[in-house]
T-cell receptor
């Protein structure tokens, strides 16, 4: 919703620069991770996912890096554009969980400066 | 996401009234979820469904009930709305229980006065 960006960490980057958004996940048994983008007034939108048997996965202008040693996930956005302004959050799937397995982070608000 | 429709998109109601939110999907996904999103809390799971007439509680289920009589529809009911239930509610679906992304609707903004 409109207030989803409040109280969140903010990352401000210049248009055309690369952005790196970080996420520390909580459970060492998690084996699947997702990045979502949420624009104001809209629902979370799937961007990219990665399984724990991979360290890196690339999509169109986005790359996700996974460091299982320190339980860290990052999303790199190349050549950021005004349309990239949004809240980004990660989700983890705990391998011991059931159908309710996704746990969501609170997110980072990415602001693109012209 | 295409294929997930939430209704209504906005609703204002009074404390003590019953409220039902609807989620309709055309993806034929087995799993459906209801979340609420509040500033400072992120997405919190209310209830979820793993098939027709199969539902279970999530993290914040008190004061909410759900029903799923058809694959495509998942209803969330607030039996007697309270001001603490003012929030944005999101429905999500997934094709599988594990290692699958959940896809979200655009939400219902609910205000309880």
């Amino acid at each position: 919703g409109e207030n989803v960006g409040l109280h969140l960490p903010t990352l401000s980057v210049q248009e055309g620069d690369n952005s790196i958004i970080n996420c520390a996940y909580s459970n060492s048994a998690s084996d699947y991770f997702i990045w979502y983008k949420q624009e104001s007034g809209k629902g979370p939108q799937f961007i990219i996912d990665i399984r724990s048997n991979m360290d890196k996965r690339q999509g169109q202008r986005v790359t996700v890096l996974l460091n299982k040693t320190v339980k860290h996930l990052s999303l790199q956005i190349a050549a950021t554009q005004p349309g990239d302004s949004a809240v980004y959050f990660c989700a983890e799937d705990f391998s011991g969980g059931g159908a309710d397995g996704l746990t969501f982070g609170k997110g980072t608000h990415l602001i693109i400066q012209p | 996401d295409a294929g997930i429709t939430q209704s209504p998109r906005h609703k204002v109601t009074e404390t003590g009234t019953p409220v039902t939110l609807r989620c309709h999907q055309t993806e034929n996904h087995r799993y459906m979820y209801w979340y609420r999103q509040d500033p400072g809390h992120g997405l919190r799971l209310i209830h979820y469904s793993y098939g027709v007439k199969d539902t279970d509680k999530g993290e914040v289920s008190d004061g909410y009930s759900v029903s799923r009589s058809k694959t495509e529809d998942f209803l969330l009911t607030l039996e007697s709305a309270t001001s603490s239930q003012t929030s944005v509610y999101f429905c999500a679906t997934a094709g599988g229980a594990r290692n699958q992304p959940q896809h979200f609707g655009d939400g219902t903004r609910l205000s309880i006065l």
